[in-house]
């Protein structure tokens, strides 16, 4: 198969943001009275939104909609103004993107972000390179691994769902991929293991961006 495009997933992926939304879940959760959570403990929970970060840091019995909303607006507040103290790109991700430019390939952004915050964030840490597209989470539309958003991204770039690479760190991405008959590539470098990947279909799993070269 030759590809002519490649969807990154941006949490885990792209972009190491892991440290920047702890902080800021663990200022939300320190501020209400809950314990905070050791920053790895968070790779478990990021991948299937805010809001579902949010439930997951969350004692149990506090897991009630207005508690829930409370933190969500404070969160999103607190990321806003410290979503960039340490993230930033993976080693390896800008080689990978001039490689991916130098051989004509569409590139595009896919993630269960915010739109808004997803944009900020490829726009302010990843400037040299044009994405063709970038979709974070709108309202009304469907989190991954519901395939509307990859295959939106398909069908504005005119390729077949089939001639593209889709990389991502989590089941929810591998999950999003097949459901969306892409091809499957886990990176071991984000947020969760080898075998999450493998058991939600990844056919490939890369160790370093450039290993997508060699499955290209």
């Known amino acids: 198969m030759a590809y002519k495009a490649v969807i990154f ?7 190491n943001t892991l440290d920047d939304l702890g902080n800021a ?3 939300v959760l320190a501020e209400r009275g809950f314990s905070a959570h050791a920053i790895d403990e968070y790779r478990s929970f990021i991948g299937n939104g805010v809001e579902k ?3 997951r840091a969350l004692p149990e019995q506090n897991r009630n909609e ?4 409370a933190c969500l607006e404070a969160f999103r507040e607190d ?3 410290n979503w960039n103290v340490n993230t930033r790109p993976y080693e390896g991700i800008p080689e990978l993107l001039d490689a991916l430019k130098e051989r004509g390939l569409k590139v595009a952004v896919l993630s269960n972000k915010p739109d808004d915050t997803t944009n900020l964030c490829v726009a302010e840490l990843l400037p040299k390179w044009r994405f063709d597209v970038v979709l974070g989470h709108r309202d009304g539309t469907p989190h991954k691994p519901d395939p509307a958003g990859a295959l939106e991204i398909a069908q504005r770039l005119d390729i077949p769902p089939a001639e593209f690479l889709y990389l991502g760190d989590s089941g ?3 999950e999003t991929a097949i459901a969306a008959r ?7 470098w984000g947020f969760r293991e080898a075998d999450e990947l493998e058991e939600s279909g990844a056919q ?3 160790s370093h961006p450039l290993e997508v070269l060699e499955v290209l």
């Open 53 to 55: 970060l949010i439930n």
């Open 66 to 69: 207005d508690t829930v909303r």
């Open 79 to 81: 990321y806003h103004k």
């Open 9 to 15: 997933d941006l949490d885990g992926t792209l972009l």
């Open 204 to 206: 490939a799993l890369i």
């Open 172 to 174: 929810v991405d591998m």
């Open 25 to 27: 879940v663990n200022r």
């Open 182 to 188: 892409m091809f499957p590539v886990g990176v071991l």
